[in-house]
């Protein structure tokens, strides 16, 4: 999950307001029950010590959801009465809504209620042309499309020389289009920046276009078995998205299980473990943080400072490194305001280990991939 999106959560001190609104229930009282909501919130960020207009502003935000149609929820990050950022949610929050009061954003979350959401693009591709549609967990719309020659697209059953000749035309018509279409999808991915290609459509015609795609979206691209004029219902994209998620989570995982072992002079090119990657936070040494959000270990408190650097085990040696204020955080949230400001990505770890054994998960919930052994 690119992070980027977190950095004004990261311009100010907190304390900071994390609500996470679940709008995943429609029913007839579905207005006036997200009035109650509201004040509900807003009482438990009170309860919790948060200041009157931090916690009007998250009443207010929540009042105007309730004729939202999100399908999912919300995520809203509060502090001095102003709420910074509201990023719609890929799926409903675990257990709900809930709301927290801390010195740090509590961004965890998110790495599976909205990291886990690929955009993707569908290309309904025939021997003409394609028609392309943006999907994500919140809807679809139209991406454009794309007319390859129109003749001739047909072939004979003739055998004489003149029909062969045809024929040939037949298949230069087709690649040309396939070749047509690829360019044209390679546009819309870079325009759109979609994790995942979908293409629909005959065998011959998904396959001419998958080899004319440049190699850098080859990664990118699944076939979906349907013929050409077919659509694909939502629930279908959705196991395909998934399906991608977990691939990419898995390979992931396996470049983290390579990078434990350590090499001939005991270095190790991964890190798990609180401590371990505190210190490697510290040295600006993460390259990608992998996080399990239930973990054992991501809500185990490590002490901060106000620059994101500024993180460790024990008080005390904030102290010994020159920080002045201090304040204790959750170690999953900590790690993260780190990697947001190094440019590191991080990953859920569960769609990885999804039915798999718990011993190839990093210890506590907590890993990373390092810049340097």
């Known amino acids: 999950m690119d992070l980027a999106f977190l950095h004004p959560l990261y311009a100010d001190p907190g304390p900071w ?56 929820g919300r995520a ?20 709900g809504t809930t709301a927290d009061w801390a010195p740090l954003p509590h961004v965890a979350p998110l790495l599976d209620l909205a990291g886990e959401d690929p955009l993707s693009v569908v290309a309904y591709i025939d021997r003409k042309g394609a028609d392309f549609e943006l999907r994500t967990a919140l809807g679809s719309r139209d991406a454009g499309s794309v007319t390859g020659r129109q003749w001739p697209l047909h072939r004979t ?69 349907h013929g050409a004029g077919s659509r694909l219902l939502d629930g279908e994209v959705e196991r395909l998205r998934d399906d991608h998620v977990r691939e990419r989570a898995r390979e992931d995982l396996e470049r983290f299980l390579a990078a434990r072992a350590p090499d001939d002079e005991g270095r190790a090119g991964a890190a ?19 996080v399990i959000p239930d973990g054992p270990d991501t809500h185990r408190e490590v002490w901060i400072g106000e620059d994101a650097d500024q993180l460790a085990v024990r008080r005390t040696e904030l102290s010994t490194l020159g920080e002045q204020n201090s304040w204790a955080a959750r170690a999953d949230d900590a790690l993260l305001r780190s990697v947001v400001m190094t440019g590191a990505p991080a990953v859920s770890m569960t769609p990885a280990l999804r039915g798999g054994p718990a011993d190839r998960a990093p210890v506590g919930g907590l890993g990373a991939l390092l810049r340097w052994r």
């Open 157 to 225: 059953g003739s055998a004489d020389w003149s029909e062969r000749h045809f024929q040939l035309r037949v298949e230069n018509t087709w690649e040309h289009n396939a070749a047509e279409v690829a360019d044209a999808l390679a546009v819309c991915q870079d325009e759109t920046g979609a994790d995942l290609l979908i293409l629909v459509g005959d065998d011959r015609e998904r396959r001419a276009v998958r080899e004319r795609l440049p190699k850098r979206l080859r990664d990118r691209v699944t076939e979906a078995g």
């Open 76 to 95: 809203l990050f509060a502090r001095a009465g102003r709420v910074v950022l509201d990023p719609p949610l890929a799926r409903a929050p675990y257990g």
């Open 272 to 290: 798990e473990g609180v401590p371990a990657l505190v210190e490697a936070a510290r040295e600006h040494r993460i390259d990608e943080l992998l």
């Open 17 to 72: 307001a994390s609500v996470y609104v679940d709008l995943s229930r429609h029913t007839e009282d579905t207005a006036h029950e997200r009035e109650l909501t509201a004040e509900a919130i807003a009482r438990e960020l009170a309860d919790q010590g948060a200041d009157d207009a931090t916690c009007r502003a998250v009443r207010d935000a929540v009042n105007e959801l309730r004729h939202a149609s999100d399908p999912h």
